[in-house]
C-alpha cells in the first residue's frame, strides 16, 4: 500500500498576493488602466509638491518667541516683509486669528463668545448622553429651548448687567454661526408649517403655501437679500433705522423656510395613508393628528434631507458679505488691508476656506450617516 | 343618539370650520399686504423717490465693459437689462456646458475600477463640494489676477486664443451674407436625421436587419452645411485677436471676471452632477447587464440600449435642478463685477436710481421665468423617461 505523504505547500505566485496583488489588481489590470494611473501620478506630481511647499516647506512659522518650562523658543515674530512672495506666511493668520474668529467684537469681552462656545460643545455630549434614555425628549427640548436664548443674550448682552454689543461689532467666524444657527433654529417650525399648508385640504391655504415656497425657490438668495436690505425697511413705518443683520437674518430665515418646507414635505408624503385615517378613526383632532402621529414620522424621515438642507444654509451665510456684514469671509479683505500685512489675501482664504470646509465636510459626513442609520430600505 | 341642536352647533360643522379657517387666512394676508403697502406707498413718498417704470427708458451714464450688443453710456436702463440679461444667459450656458462634461467625467471616475482614480474623483467631490460657491468664486478671481501674466507674456493657444491678466481672447466670427442658409442647411439635416432614423428602425422591426446610421447621421449634420457653405464661397470669417502695442486688438475678449465666475460655477456644480451620474449608474440593477449579455447584447449595446436609458432617468432630472442652481449662483457675480443680470441692473443701476421695488422685482422676475422654464423642461424629460406602463 501507497503511503501518501503530505507535500510541503506551495506558495501562491508574487504577482497574486499581497501588495503586489493589491497593485495589479486596483491601478494595473488593464493597459487602460495602466494609463490612467500613470496620468494621475502625473497630475499629482504637477499639483501637490508646489502646494505642499507654498503651505508647509516654504512657508514661515515665525510666531514669536513663547517660552515652555523656562525655556525661551522661536525669535522676533516674522513681519510682512521678511515673510517673502514666494510662500504662506502663517504669523499673518496668527496675528489676525481674533479678526477671523469675533471680528471687532470687544475684546475684552471675548470670554462671551467663547462661553457660547464651550456651551455648543457640552450642547453635544448631553445629546450624546441622555439619547436613548427615558424622558430625553423633555430634556432636549428645553436644552433647545434655553439654549438659543442663552447664547443670545450672552454675545448681545444688555441685560443683567452683561455689556451690551452692538450687531455692527459682530463679525468673523462668530457672526457666521449666529447667522447659521438663527436661520435654521427660526426658519424650522415656519417651514413645518408651510410645509402642512401645503399639504393642508384647504385650498387657499394650500395654494398661498406653495406660491411662497415656489416663488422663493426660484430667485436666488441675494435677490431676496437685497429686497430685505432696500425694500424690507419701507413696510414698516418708522422702520428707517432697521438693523442690518436682522435684515440679513430675516431675508436668510424666509430663504430657508421654503427650502425646509419641502424636505418636510417629502417626509409628510411619504407617510401612508393609514396613518391619517387612523388618526381620524381614534377621533383626533388636526393639531393632535399632526403632533402626535404624522408629525413625529415624518420629521424623523426628513433629517437626513434636513441636516443637508442645513448645509446649504451654512454655505449660504457667506453671502451676507455682499450686503455688507462683516462675517469671516469678510475678513480676509479686511485683515490684508492692514497697512502692516498688505497683501496677504492668498493666506486668508486658504484659512477660511479650510475653518469652513471642516465645517461643511464633517456636517456632510453626519448627514451620510444619519441617512444610513434612517434608511428603512434593505440593499444589501 | 342626541342630537345637538344649539345655536352654536355650525361651528362644529368641519366644512363651516374650513371656511372660516380660509377667510381668516385671507384676511391676514390681506392686512399684511394692506399696510405693508400702504407703509411702502408712504415711506416712498415721504423720501421721495420716483416710482414707476420710467427709469428704465433714462440715460444709463455709466459703461460696462462686457457686453454681447453695443452699448455705451448713452444707452438706456432697459438696454442694461438686456446687456445683464444676456451676459447672465451667457456664463450659464457655459457653466452648463462644462459643469456638464466635468460633472460626467468625475462621476463615471468616481465608478472607476482603477483605485486611484476613483479615490481622485471622490477627493474632488468632496473638497469642491464643501467649499461655499462664493469663496470659490473669489479664489478664483483672485488667483487669475495674480497669476496669470500681462498681455505681452499671455499663453497663446494657436495664436489664436490667448491668455491674459486683462481676460481670454477668442477669434470672434463674423457672419456674412447668405450664412442664413447654411443655418438653415442645419436645421435641414437634423430634420433629415430624424426621417432617416425612423424610417431605419422601423426596418429594423420589420425585417430584424439592423442598419448603423451614425455615418448617415454625421453626413447629414455636419456634411449638408459644410457643402452649403463652401458653395456660397465661405459666408463667414474669423476675426482674431493680436497684439498691438500693449494690448489685444480684435476678436472676442471675456474678462477674468468672467473667467473666475464660469471656472467656479462648473467646478461646483460638477460636484453635484458627478453624484447624480453615479447615482444613477449605481441605481442600475445588476441583473439588467446580465439579462442584456444573456440576451446576446455585446457591451456597447448593452451599454446604449439597457444600462444608460435607466441610468439617464435617475441622473437627468438632478442634472437639470442643478442647471437651474448654477444659473441662480450666477448671481454672485455681483461679488466680483461681472456685469450679469444682478450685478449690472440689480446692483449698479439700483445704486443710481434707488427705485428697489420695481429693479429688484424685474430682476426676481427673471429667474422666475428662468426657473418655471426650467421646471417645464423637467416635467417634459420625466414624463418622456417614465417607466411606461402597460
Given at each position: 500500500m501507497a503511503v501518501y505523504e503530505q507535500q510541503e505547500l506551495r506558495k501562491p505566485p508574487i504577482s497574486q498576493v499581497g501588495i503586489v496583488r493589491w497593485l495589479r489588481v486596483n491601478l494595473f489590470s488593464s493597459r487602460v488602466n495602466i494609463g490612467l494611473t500613470l496620468a494621475a501620478l502625473y497630475m499629482l506630481y504637477i499639483i501637490i509638491p508646489p502646494l505642499l511647499n507654498w503651505t508647509i516647506f516654504d512657508a514661515n512659522f515665525n510666531f514669536g518667541e513663547f517660552s515652555i518650562f523656562g525655556f525661551e523658543f522661536g525669535e522676533v515674530m516674522a513681519t510682512n516683509t521678511n515673510c517673502g512672495r514666494s510662500a504662506a506666511c502663517w504669523p499673518f493668520i496668527y496675528e489676525k486669528f481674533d479678526m477671523f474668529i469675533y471680528g471687532f467684537y470687544p475684546r475684552d469681552l471675548v470670554w462671551r463668545v467663547d462661553s457660547v462656545f464651550a456651551m455648543t460643545a457640552m450642547l453635544f455630549v448631553i445629546v450624546r448622553l441622555v439619547r436613548?434614555?427615558?424622558?430625553s425628549a423633555k430634556i432636549l427640548l428645553t436644552t433647545f429651548v434655553v439654549f438659543p436664548i442663552v447664547s443670545f443674550y450672552l454675545i448681545a448682552g444688555g441685560v443683567f448687567g452683561l455689556e451690551e454689543v452692538k450687531t455692527h461689532q459682530w463679525g468673523g467666524l462668530t457672526l457666521t454661526l449666529v447667522i447659521a444657527s438663527v436661520g435654521i433654529l427660526v426658519s424650522f417650525p415656519i417651514g413645518i408649517l408651510l410645509a402642512l399648508g401645503r399639504q393642508s385640504n384647504l385650498r387657499v391655504i394650500s395654494f398661498f403655501s406653495t406660491i411662497y415656497i415656489e416663488f422663493i425657490r426660484a430667485v436666488p438668495l441675494i435677490t431676496i437679500l437685497f429686497m430685505a436690505s432696500f425694500v424690507l425697511p419701507l413696510f414698516f413705518t418708522g422702520g428707517v433705522d432697521f438693523d442690518k443683520l436682522l435684515r440679513a437674518l430675516i431675508a436668510i430665515t424666509l430663504f430657508q423656510a421654503a427650502y425646509f418646507a419641502e424636505v418636510v414635505r417629502g417626509g409628510l408624503q411619504a407617510i401612508p395613508t393609514g396613518q391619517y385615517e387612523a388618526a381620524d378613526a381614534i377621533g383626533l383632532n388636526y393639531v393632535q393628528k399632526n403632533a402626535l402621529i404624522v408629525l413625529p414620522q415624518a420629521l424623523k424621515i426628513s433629517i437626513p434631507n434636513l441636516v443637508g438642507s442645513s448645509i446649504s444654509l451654512f454655505k449660504d451665510t457667506t453671502l451676507v458679505l455682499i450686503i455688507g456684514l462683516m462675517d469671516m469671509l469678510a475678513m480676509v479683505n479686511m485683515t490684508a488691508n492692514d497697512i502692516n500685512w498688505l497683501g496677504r489675501e492668498t493666506e486668508g482664504f486658504v484659512f477660511v476656506t479650510m475653518t469652513m470646509w471642516i465645517f461643511l465636510y464633517s456636517m456632510s459626513r453626519y448627514s451620510k450617516k444619519l441617512e444610513v442609520r434612517f434608511s428603512t430600505d434593505h440593499k444589501n | 343618539m342626541k342630537q345637538d341642536n344649539s345655536i352654536l352647533s355650525f361651528l362644529n360643522n368641519n366644512e363651516t370650520r374650513a371656511i372660516a379657517f380660509q377667510v381668516i387666512t385671507l384676511l391676514i394676508i390681506a392686512f399684511v399686504f394692506y399696510s405693508g403697502i400702504s407703509n411702502l406707498i408712504f415711506n416712498i413718498e415721504a423720501r421721495e423717490i420716483h416710482t414707476g417704470f420710467a427709469f428704465l427708458s433714462n440715460r444709463a451714464g455709466f459703461d460696462i465693459n462686457e457686453s454681447m450688443i453695443a452699448y455705451t453710456p448713452e444707452h438706456s436702463n432697459l438696454r442694461v437689462f438686456y446687456v445683464g440679461l444676456i451676459n447672465t444667459l451667457v456664463v450659464a450656458v457655459v457653466g452648463i456646458i462644462f459643469a456638464t462634461i466635468i460633472g460626467f467625467i468625475i462621476g463615471i471616475a468616481r465608478l472607476s475600477n482603477n483605485w486611484l482614480i476613483s479615490k481622485l474623483a471622490a477627493g474632488y467631490i468632496e473638497l469642491f463640494r464643501n467649499i461655499p460657491i462664493l469663496i470659490q468664486i473669489l479664489i478664483w478671481y483672485n488667483m487669475a489676477l495674480l497669476t496669470l501674466p500681462s498681455p505681452r507674456g499671455s499663453f497663446n493657444f494657436f495664436d489664436s486664443i490667448f491668455i491674459n491678466k486683462r481676460g481670454i481672447y477668442v477669434p470672434e466670427p463674423v457672419i456674412e451674407t447668405g450664412f442664413v442658409w447654411v443655418l438653415i442647411a442645419v436645421v435641414l439635416g437634423i430634420a433629415l436625421t430624424f426621417l432617416m432614423k425612423r424610417h431605419f428602425k422601423q426596418k429594423h422591426s420589420k425585417t430584424g436587419v439592423y442598419t448603423h446610421t451614425i455615418g448617415y447621421s454625421i453626413g447629414l449634420i455636419f456634411g449638408l452645411p459644410l457643402v452649403v457653405f463652401f458653395l456660397l464661397g465661405s459666408p463667414l470669417h474669423f476675426d482674431y485677436p493680436a497684439l498691438t502695442g500693449f494690448n489685444f486688438k480684435g476678436g472676442r475678449t471675456f474678462s477674468p471676471e468672467f473667467l473666475a465666475l464660469a471656472v467656479a460655477l462648473s467646478v461646483y456644480t460638477a460636484t453635484y452632477i458627478a453624484e447624480a451620474i453615479r447615482s444613477g449608474i449605481e441605481a442600475v440593477d445588476k441583473g439588467q447587464k446580465e439579462a442584456a449579455a444573456a440576451l446576446g447584447l455585446t457591451q456597447t449595446q448593452s451599454l446604449k440600449l439597457v444600462v444608460l436609458p435607466q441610468a439617464l432617468r435617475v441622473a437627468i432630472p438632478p442634472t437639470i435642478n442643478q442647471y437651474l442652481n448654477l444659473t441662480k449662483n450666477s448671481s454672485l457675480a455681483t461679488a466680483i463685477g461681472y456685469p450679469e443680470l444682478m450685478s449690472a441692473f440689480g446692483g449698479t443701476v439700483l445704486n443710481q436710481v434707488g427705485q428697489a421695488v420695481e429693479i429688484l422685482g424685474m430682476t426676481m422676475a427673471v429667474y422666475l421665468v428662468i426657473s418655471l422654464f426650467i421646471s417645464l423642461l423637467l416635467n417634459i424629460v420625466n414624463k418622456k423617461m417614465s417607466i411606461k406602463g402597460q
Open positions: 436613548n434614555r427615558k424622558g | -
